[in-house]
Structure formats: structure tokens, C-alpha cells
């Protein structure tokens, strides 16, 4: 059996020890304890501790990961002139719609470009609609929808083609 010389110093939330058979850089050492390191050994590991401290820590998988899905319709793909044309954009994260998520539309017709905005409801569902009275028949006005959510941009897109 080897032994060794070890002075340990334990303060409130670190340990320090020197060990001066140890190589030059390594003869003193510091290691956490208590709830740091817990937070050390499981917490950033995303492990989670057991009651025996002899047995290996249980892995605990991570919530699951984000699976956006962004989509976008028009109320009518052929309005008549002077009608209202309504975009419908739909903010999903896991198959369940996420409230409160910001929607920008914008409408590139062939001589203008129109925005307009809403925020998702609890279905994940956000509406605007503008009067496309002048838009140019039979030319395809192809509406780009953003959703801003948790500092990402997701992106759908959708067109009409007035009569």
C-alpha cells in the first residue's frame, strides 16, 4: 500500500490540498463542494444525484429538443378585385401552438411591397388581412411570413393570385 502526505484546507464552498509529492503545478489542487459542487457534478451534466453516494449518477435525459414548425395560407389563393385577403400564419413547437409569437407578413405585389403584423393566440394561429384593391390581375403576390421566437427567425411563405 502507497501512502501519501496530503494537508487538506476546507473552507465554506472549497476544498484546497497540497500534496508535496506531486509534480510542481500540481501540488496544490482545489475541488468544490457542497451545493457548488453539486451543481458542478450534476446540474451542468444534466445528471441528477442518488441517494447512495456509491452508486454512479443517473443519467436524466434533456427536455426535449425544439421542433419548430411554421406554415402560412391566404383566405382565398384567386380574390376578386376589392376584396380582403387574409394571411394565417401557424407557430407550432413540438405539435402544440406557442402564444404570443411575433408574426411579420410581407406582401410583394408587382408594383408595391405591404406589411403587416399579429401575434399568435394560444393555438399558435396569428391572422392579419389587407384590402388588395389595385393589385395587379393575374399576377401572383407572394406573402413572406417571419415568426420571431426565442431570439430565432422562422420562416413560411404563401401567394394569391388576383382575378
Known sequence: MHSKQVLVQVFERRVLTYTPSNP?????????????????RYVQLGLTATTDPNAPA??????????VQASATVSNPSPTDGSTETVSGTFLNNGQGVAGVEMDTTWHDKTTTSYCSAITGSDGVASCSRDIGGATKGYTVVI??????????????????PQ
Open 58 to 67: 443517473a443519467w436524466t435525459p434533456p427536455p426535449p429538443a425544439v421542433n
Open 24 to 40: 510542481s503545478g500540481w501540488q496544490v489542487e482545489a475541488g468544490n463542494v457542497g451545493q457548488h459542487y453539486y451543481a458542478w
Open 144 to 161: 413572406d411570413v417571419a415568426f420571431s421566437w426565442q431570439g430565432q427567425t422562422y420562416t413560411a411563405s404563401t401567394s394569391f393570385t
